[in-house]
Every structure is written in C-alpha cells, then in structure tokens.
C-alpha cells in the first residue's frame, strides 16, 4: 500500500473506545505518530504496549510540521495524526497537514472512532436529523455573544464546544440571546463522572452555579429554533389533514388555519417554507 496519512481517532476519556482497528494502524501501518500533545499520546500508547516515535503537531509549529510530515510520506512512510482526544480536525489542528497531502496526492484516510460532538448529540434527546456544529464558542463576550444572535434563528440543532471556566458567563448570554430554547450539556463524556443537563440555559446556570467548582470537557447541545419548530409542526398538521381528511393542500391550509386562529396567508408561508426543506413530502393537488 502506498504511504498514507492516517487520521486516528482516540478515545475521549475511556480507553475501552479505541477501536481495533486503530490500534492496529497505530501498531502495523505506521512509522511515526504525530500529536497534539506527545506526553498525552503517550499515555495512551503505553496502556496499549505501543511503541512508536512521537512528533509533536499542535497550532504553534503547524506549518513546519506539515512540511515535515508530507517529505516523510513522499519517502514512502506512513504517519498516523491524532489529537489528544476524540477525532482529529474537529476542533483540533490537522487541517493544513490534510490540504497538503491531497495537493500532492497522497492518500488521506480517515479510522474513525470516538467525537465528543456526535456523542452528545445521540444521547441529548434533542432532534439528530439535522445538526450544525460550530466548534468552541469565542472566548471574547462580544464575539460569543454575536455568534449566538446568528444562531438564534438556526433551524437545526447546533452543537458547541466550552471550557469549564466560561461555562458560566456562555449560559448568562445564552439564556438572554436564545431564551428557553432546550439545552443539553454534556461533561466529562465517556468518563466516570459523565453527567448531562437538560434544562434551559437559566436553569442549568442555576444548577451549576451553586457548585464549588465545574471542571471537565463540556459539549453544549442546543434546541433548534422554536420558529421551525412551529413551522414544522403545522406543516405536519396540513399534511396529516389531507391524508385523514382526503382534502387538497389548500383545503386543508384553510382547516388548520381555521383550528390555530392564524391567517390562512401565514399558514401557506409556514407550508412553503417546510415544504422547501421536505421535498419528498410535496405532493400535488
């Protein structure tokens, strides 16, 4: 097989999550492993008898790494990247080594594993069908608090990154700008004090407040907008009357308009705008 740059997922806090198969390309397929921080992965290859040369990879030395790393490969070694926890380029350097080694031509293949985001989400209780991450959320109030205004009217869950430290402040500003929109927070993922918080950001400000101190990784997972969620409620409602009732798509946006009190040209709006978004549920009279 050619050299290749292999993108390793790691585990996030239980090392049971690593799977087969990177720890056989840690062990088999590679000649060196480059990393965020070399003392973390090197915990982690010790627990798994691995031994293997470490280069440090982080955002300070991106770029003279990334040349380093693409002249090995061209040699004709393998190099696996990993970050220090969970899933490499997802808010974690990578991306320059990634770009350069496509460029040239090189195989880049991903050995999927553990995402602190995609966890979250699955147990969060809250839409999946449809999700934007954003990352971590800017540690300047004016920044963070710009970012969660043009996410106010997202239509689709969003997943966030925080630090324990902002922790606090972030949910201030996300219970002004977002309201009582449907909040999950995630903390200490996959580790033994895995916790989660359903609430609003208020009240999960109060829960959290009354505690001596809050430490851990924290993955945010935040409620769509409650206006798709009206939207998508009475384009459900149009659609379920038409089948039930065998009416036309106008007849029936004149029922539920008739049943919401709302006005039969705002209840179209609200049908076209989900209809856009439901292709496969249009249908015609």
Known sequence: MPATLYLVATPIGNLEDITLRALRV????VSAIACEDTRQTQKLLEHFEIRKPL???????????????????????????????GTPLISDPGYRVVTAAISRGLAVIPVP???????ALAASGLPTNEFRFIGFL??????????????ADEPATVIAYETPHRILECLRDMAELLGTRPIVLARELTKLHEEFLRGTASSIHQMLETRSAIKGEITLVIGRSETKAVIDDLYGEVLRIRQAEGLSRMNAIKAVAKRTGLPKREVYRMFAVAADSNPQDKRRD
């Open 26 to 29: 840690l062990r088999e397929e």
């Open 55 to 85: 280069l440090s990879y982080h955002e300070h030395n991106e770029m003279a790494r990334s040349e380093q790393i693409i002249e090995t490969l061209e040699r004709g070694e393998s190099i696996a990247l990993v970050s220090d926890a």
């Open 113 to 119: 594993g553990v995402s602190a985001a995609l966890a």
């Open 138 to 151: 800017p540690a300047k109030s004016f920044a963070r608090r710009n970012l969660l205004e043009k996410i």
